[in-house]
């Protein structure tokens, strides 16, 4: 499948079962690796996993574009998007869509956790999955002294 006949595909979806029109992308991303699919809270767009068709068809493949619709309509309307919300659980039955993703054979899931340190000496900004030992490590850059800003949670939706 092509990335027009996609989104092709997701606006008449988007038509046929929720009603509304899809007014922005849907685009493939083969690293999106175990996932079938993602909605991106900050563009809108909605990513698919071509792996996802590939191994389990055409009709488990639109069900999780219906499970990324109830997101993407839900979360544009000001309503509960996240999975733990009524208004998605309600949406996601009515529509038809796939409760979870089918995890891709092989692949771990990973968190979706971020933790940012910047260098106090050339303001380097480092994003990593994992806690630094501050101590033991230094700017790449200039060696200066790493300092922990924040943590924060991936902010686009599976
Ligand atoms: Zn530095
Ligand atoms: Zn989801």
Do not use: W
């Not at 900050?42 to 996993?49: A, D, F, K, R, V």
């Not at 208004?87 to 956790?113: T, W």
């Amino acid at each position: 499948m092509e990335e027009k006949e996609l989104q092709q595909l997701v606006e008449g979806i988007s038509r046929s079962s929720f009603k509304k029109d899809f007014r922005h992308r849907a685009l493939f991303n083969p690293r999106l690796r175990t996932t079938g699919g993602r909605y991106m809270l900050g563009s809108h767009n909605i990513e698919m996993n071509p792996a996802q068709l590939e191994l389990f068809g055409k009709e488990e493949f639109i069900k999780i574009i219906k499970h990324e619709l109830c997101h993407y309509h839900l979360h544009l309307e000001g309503k509960g998007y996240r999975h733990q919300d009524r208004d998605f659980k309600k949406l996601l039955e009515e529509v038809g869509g796939s409760r979870y993703c089918k995890m891709i054979p092989g692949a771990r899931r990973q968190s979706g956790k971020r933790h940012i340190y910047v260098c106090a000496g050339c303001r380097a900004e480092y994003v990593r999955k994992r806690q630094i030992n501050v101590k033991r490590f230094v700017c790449g850059r200039c060696k200066g002294r790493l300092k922990k800003t924040k943590t924060f949670f991936r902010e686009n939706i599976d």
